[in-house]
């Protein structure tokens, strides 16, 4: 099978069996392009992680769009958004079709409900992987703690946080290589 049919049925298939978006893809993605097939080094899926979130669009795209030029250039980032867009689309789609007619039924309703926990977990359990990846260590937590803090309490835009950890990020790496 040619690299575009795989890496496009592999965004499919991601695409289609997550529920929760772009940070609930993230382990399927790592699991399926670094830890299975090998095409992208773990530090490398790291650092396109932190570019597909500080770039406009949607995380879930993005990722699969960067994945997709590492791998093949234009042509593979396009086979690779297809793949991920394609099931929400469709299934986006379907519900316009016919939510009128579900929109009331305390069955759907209740559905939802249960599956919010799990999109939570979904979230949090990449979170936690990239903090260990990151290597992040108990000198180290009082960054993301502060952004978040930050973001949270203060309401600070997360593209000042981003800005500023690059900023910092890129004064660090200059004094560390002196």
Avoid: C
């Avoid at 049925?9 to 097939?37: C, H, Q, R, S």
């Avoid at 250039?73 to 007619?101: E, K, M, Q, W, Y």
């Avoid at 009331?104 to 949090?124: Q, S, Y």
């Amino acid at each position: 099978m040619n690299i575009y049919a795989k890496s496009f049925g592999i965004f499919l298939k991601i695409g289609t069996f997550t529920l929760g978006g772009g940070y609930a893809m993230v382990p399927l993605i790592e699991n399926e392009i670094v830890d299975k097939e090998k095409w992208i080094s773990k530090d490398d899926f790291l650092d396109l992680l932190a570019i597909a979130q500080s770039t406009p669009g949607v995380f879930a795209v993005n990722i699969s769009i960067f994945v997709g030029y590492k791998l093949r250039g234009i042509r593979g980032s396009i086979v690779t958004a297809l793949g991920t867009i394609l099931p929400a689309f469709i299934s986006i789609l379907i519900i316009a079709l016919f939510f009128h007619n579900f929109k009331e039924n305390t069955i759907v309703e209740h559905i939802f409900k249960g599956i919010r926990p799990a999109v939570v977990a979904l979230i949090a359990v990449p979170t936690f992987n990239m903090a260990k990846s990151a290597k992040i260590n108990r000198y180290t937590i009082i960054i993301p703690i502060a952004s978040a803090l930050l973001i949270w309490l203060l309401g600070v835009s997360p593209i000042y946080i981003i800005i500023v950890a690059g900023l910092g990020g890129y004064i660090y790496g200059r004094l560390n290589r002196k």
